[in-house]
């Protein structure tokens, strides 16, 4: 938790301390309303939901009357909670019945994917799993490169191709390898060219269909970049409409005072929050726990 409210640092000083300092004033004023609103949109937490939680905000201070600095805090903790969700399933689901599970990591160019990947299998790997990791994005000419270090930094065997080869046959590879080699898991890294939806949509559904040849998809996570903001966002949409995106993994927290675009996140893609990124190692990657990332917020 104190790792997690270091890395937060940034949300937390404005968002956290702002609203728990505005919130704290006696009588508050609509001017200081605004400013509260304005502590919200700053953090990217979006209009929608910006004006739903300051309305209940206001009508539980309303009730409350003079408050002391802890009801304040309880008040604030129950409602950025309410906003967030509490009831979604954040595991990762890589349970299957027979031959590797399957998960696709989908997103934008630049949004960490190829990082996540890798820290995704020290996490599996630290629990005992055997991984593959594919490289299908074949587009970016590092990409290949980069999964390849972290694979041998995590000890995950990587299966890659050309630069420009065909997505479809690396994921395909990359599932036989691990059904080859009878590991658990087998992450598949894809290009996030936003070329347009039809294209992407036939890349992307060309990959799951070649990995659905050898057993159905466990997951797709949808990788986003927290520094994106509302764009970002209205991006990750596209690939919730193409693909069927079972999680979301908001990467690059650390760098940002903008982490109310989790609240965004979760309320506009209906998806859950699963992991977050939170810098560029490979312990850099924490469950999404709404209890504790609110804590960090407001602690
Ligand atoms: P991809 O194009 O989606 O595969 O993105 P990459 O994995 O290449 O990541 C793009 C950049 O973001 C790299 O410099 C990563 O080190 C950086 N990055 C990824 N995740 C995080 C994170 O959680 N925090 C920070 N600070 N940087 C990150």
Not at 22 to 35: A, F, G, H, R
Not at 102 to 131: E, P, W
Not at 271 to 286: F, R, S, T, W, Y
């Amino acid at each position: 938790l104190v790792r997690l409210r270091e890395r937060l640092a940034r949300s937390k000083n404005s968002l956290g301390k702002g609203l728990l300092t505005l919130l704290s004033s006696d009588k508050l004023t609509d001017e200081e309303w605004e400013e509260i609103e304005d502590t919200l949109l700053a953090a990217d937490v979006g209009v929608t939901d910006t004006t739903e939680i300051v309305d209940r905000l206001r009508e539980r201070v309303k009730v409350l009357g003079s408050r002391t600095s802890s009801q304040v805090r309880a008040l604030l903790q129950e409602e950025l909670t309410t906003a967030l969700g509490v009831e979604a399933d954040r595991n990762l689901n890589t349970v299957t019945e027979d031959g590797p599970a399957t998960v696709m990591v989908v997103g934008v160019n630049g949004a960490g994917k190829t990082t996540t990947c890798g820290k995704i299998a020290r996490v599996l790997i630290a629990d005992g799993n055997t991984v593959v990791m594919g490289a299908a994005d074949t587009f970016r000419a590092a990409a290949a490169d980069q999964l390849e270090t972290w694979g041998t930094r995590v000890g995950a065997k990587v299966v890659r191709s050309h630069e420009g080869a065909d997505p479809a046959s690396v994921a395909f590879d990359a599932v036989k390898t691990a059904k080859d080699d009878q590991a658990d898991v087998v992450l598949v890294d894809t290009a996030g060219r936003l070329q347009n939806k039809v294209g992407l949509m036939d890349e992307l559904g060309k990959v799951k269909r070649v990995v659905e040849k050898h057993g159905p998809v466990c997951e797709t996570l949808l990788v986003l970049d927290a520094t994106t903001g509302q764009n970002g966002l209205q991006q990750a949409k596209v690939f919730t409409e193409v693909c069927d995106v079972t999680g979301v993994i908001l990467t690059k927290l650390d760098g940002t005072a903008k982490g109310g675009i989790v609240i965004a996140v979760q309320r506009q893609l209906g998806v859950p929050v699963k992991l977050i990124g939170l810098g560029e190692g490979p312990d850099d990657l924490a469950p999404f726990e709404v209890e504790s990332f609110v804590d960090a917020l407001i602690s």
